[in-house]
């Protein structure tokens, strides 16, 4: 019983860890788009964006390693 639990657990765990990646992965193709004017400033999306990547942006924002990863990452897509 033990065993299945810890099993479950890192189970939950490393699907958690995958959908972070995903999370924070996925700003980079919604910043291409950003750039290419398909999410207009003002526009419902734009504020959805926002709204939903606070964190990875505020981080970004204020830590200047993550900020260059994301960067050069978003680079990648333009």
Do not use: Q, T
């Not at 699907?15 to 003002?42: M, Q, S």
């Amino acid at each position: 019983m033990d065993d299945d639990r810890r099993s479950r657990f890192l189970v939950a765990f490393v699907v958690f860890l995958v959908l972070l990646a995903v999370y924070v992965l996925a700003i980079g193709p919604l910043d291409a788009l950003e750039a290419k004017g398909y999410i207009k400033p003002g526009s419902v999306a734009m504020k959805w964006y926002e709204a939903v990547y606070f964190p990875p942006l505020w981080l970004a924002n204020n830590c200047e390693p993550f900020g260059d990863a994301i960067r050069w990452y978003s680079r990648l897509w333009h």
